[in-house]
């Protein structure tokens, strides 16, 4: 088990190189020059100099890359010139947020999924598995930032039920503030969650041991919720290990929607307001953040199953 | 696909005889198939919708009455009613014509998004298999990279430090978006490499290009084609999702995203500004679905059969 995890840990260096890598020379994509986008037409040679220098790209390739990394270990992600505050405490400070509403988000998929998937599975091909089905195909097109602003528009600005924005504060305004967020994000991955758990529930239902526990004479929704259910537990949580990378990007634009001040939301506003910096610190923490869930579900994954030392 | 003859023999094949090396071939019904099968119901459709959005895009200017961009500050803000099926915006622009014209750019974005990571990554993908060594493994590291970062992080990213627009837009999603079919590819060419038709195909002596062209290709296609199609799905939101939050197409040209991001303001009285807009992605995107979801059922039971 300590070879399988160091193995992976090795496999992971050079795509965290290619991480920084990507990062590091997004800064490059900028069109002209970015301390002049940064200063204005009109700033003088003076500033354009200073402000060069403050970035750093006065120095060759080599040496920015180098002071680049060599900041990373000890967290430091850059400085925003238009929040005026480094990357790392933004970071710092948001990303909790971020991390609550992604995992609130799951739970709701989890929820909502469970029992479609289940009633799918055992009546399968029937008139309801088929409503399900095709319930699911129009999920699988709703665009997050639509359905986000209908239930903004609905539940929060007609009925008042729920608040329009932000994220409140303490766990329970947590809870309360980024509830319609996290069903948006929920819906937006309950169609792919529905669809794989769904499949694997099936196969399970195939084999030879329910069919015992059936012919044991155990009750059917015993067999299904005891027998059933956990066996398709271990594909369905690698599902969600696996859409995490999705969930992110999309909690990106649900933020934005409802103006939740997590790091998705600070991206798109650092891409808007053109904070290069900013923007190149996000995206390597979104980057390492994927590489860590991606490396944390495949060591468990390995760790669980029999067979996880050939994998 | 289709069964391959083990071994081979020097005589030249008379027309009569089944062929000897069966080079499977790419068949239409793998593309259209609503002529059988039990998907034939949703791809039917599937293509039934996105002719009308089609055709309602390509005769935008017989369908309307309105001109999608023409100011009338007298109507700003009308609900649906005989005079504006869909009502119209704060700048009283009829937002049925503008949900008709924008049909237009929102299918050229997801069908040249979804062709130019197509054909990149699956050129791409062929080299790889077809090659190995560094090469694959440049190749396929530069892959993990890319998949290692949120797609949307990614394209969001790119599309802000080049500057908002549509080839920005364009760029970004290429940069990112082949390396799902590249991996796709590559692996089936591993698969497919030592086949014995392939292996037959070399043993004949025919140019590489030759091998690849006639022999590889056809047989690796049909995945990525398949995934193609229900990419098209996400090709729509994403380039909906980039213009919505104000970095892919710029007003006054109408597009989905952006428009209920315009109406997004006024969703709590008006809403109608956000609604049709987004409505129209969500068909678009089902015709989408049910087409691709079809065609991967088919491509599974062509696998199976």
Redesign the interface.
């Known amino acids: 088990m300590r070879h399988l995890i160091l193995r992976r840990l090795l496999q992971a260096l050079p795509v965290l190189i290619g991480i920084t890598l990507v990062t590091f020379s997004m800064v490059h994509l900028v069109p002209g020059d970015p301390a002049r986008a940064l200063a204005g037409q009109r700033a003088t040679p003076q500033i354009l100099a200073s402000i060069r220098h403050q970035l750093g790209i006065d120095k060759p390739l080599v040496t920015q890359y180098w002071h680049f990394i060599s900041g990373l270990p000890r967290g430091q992600l850059g400085y925003s010139f238009l929040l005026h505050q480094t990357t790392d405490a933004l970071v710092l400070a948001r990303l909790p947020t971020t991390l609550f509403l992604v995992i609130y988000g799951v739970l709701i998929a989890i929820v909502l999924g469970v029992p479609l998937a289940m009633i799918s599975a055992v009546r399968k091909e029937s008139l309801l598995d088929h409503g399900i089905k095709g319930t699911l195909v129009v999920g699988l097109g709703l665009p997050s930032f639509w359905i986000g602003l209908l239930l903004v528009g609905f539940l929060a600005l007609r009925l008042g039920w729920f608040p329009v924005g932000g994220a409140g504060s303490g766990f329970i305004g947590h809870l309360w503030h980024l509830f319609l967020p996290a069903l948006t994000l929920a819906l937006s991955f309950l169609a792919v969650l529905v669809r794989n758990l769904r499949a694997s529930l099936i196969e399970v239902m195939d084999t030879d041991f329910v069919s015992l526990a059936v012919l044991k004479g155990i009750p059917r929704l015993r067999v299904y919720t005891r027998h059933v259910m956990r066996n398709a537990l271990i594909p369905a949580v690698t599902i969600i290990g696996l859409n995490l990378s999705y969930l992110l990007g999309a909690s990106v634009v649900v933020e934005s929607v409802f103006s939740v001040d997590g790091i998705g939301n600070t991206l798109v506003n650092a891409v808007l307001s053109r904070d290069y910096q900013l923007v190149q610190g996000l995206a390597l923490v979104f980057g390492v953040l994927v590489l860590l869930v991606t490396l944390t579900v495949d060591i468990t994954h390995a760790g669980l199953s029999p067979r996880g030392e050939m994998a | 696909m289709t069964t391959a003859h083990p071994g081979m023999s020097g005589k030249p094949r008379s027309p009569g005889q089944p062929p000897l090396l069966a080079r499977p071939v790419l068949r239409a019904s793998a593309i259209l198939p609503f002529l059988r099968g039990r998907e034939r119901i949703?791809i039917l459709i599937g293509y039934t919708l996105l002719g009308l959005i089609v055709i309602a895009a390509v005769f935008a200017p017989l369908i309307c009455t309105y001109s999608p961009t023409a100011l009338n500050p007298i109507a700003a803000l009308e609900a649906p009613g005989t005079a504006h099926f869909f009502g119209t915006d704060q700048f009283g622009r009829d937002i049925f014509a503008r949900t008709v014209y924008a049909a237009r750019i929102d299918l050229i974005i997801a069908f040249s998004l979804v062709s130019t990571a197509f054909m990149i990554g699956t050129a791409l993908g062929v080299i790889a298999g077809w090659a190995g060594g560094l090469l694959d493994n440049v190749l396929m590291?530069?892959v993990?990279?890319?998949?290692?970062?949120?797609?949307?992080?990614?394209v969001?990213?790119?599309?802000?430090?080049?500057?908002p627009g549509l080839l920005s837009l364009y760029l970004a999603v290429s940069i990112v978006s082949w390396v799902f079919y590249a991996r796709l590819v590559r692996s089936e060419v591993r698969q497919l490499r030592h086949a014995d038709y392939m292996l037959a195909a070399k043993a004949s002596d025919y140019s590489a290009l030759r091998v690849l062209a006639r022999h590889l290709l056809p047989n690796v296609i049909i995945q990525p084609l398949v995934y193609a199609s229900s990419d098209l799905?996400y090709a729509?939101?994403l380039g909906?999702?980039v213009s919505?939050?104000?970095?892919g197409v710029q007003p006054p040209t109408p597009e989905w995203?952006q428009m209920?991001?315009d109406g997004?303001t006024f969703?709590?009285a008006q809403?109608w500004l956000?609604?049709f807009p987004?409505a129209a992605?969500?068909v678009?995107?089902?015709a989408?679905?049910?087409i691709g979801?079809g065609l991967a059922a088919r491509a599974r039971e062509g696998s199976a059969r």
């Open positions: 949703s590291r530069i993990d990279v890319a998949l290692a970062f949120p797609f949307l992080v990614l969001i990213s790119i599309v802000g430090l080049r500057g799905v729509l939101l909906a999702s919505y939050l104000g970095l995203g209920v991001q997004s969703i709590g809403w956000s609604f987004g992605i969500v678009t995107a089902v989408f679905s049910l979801d």
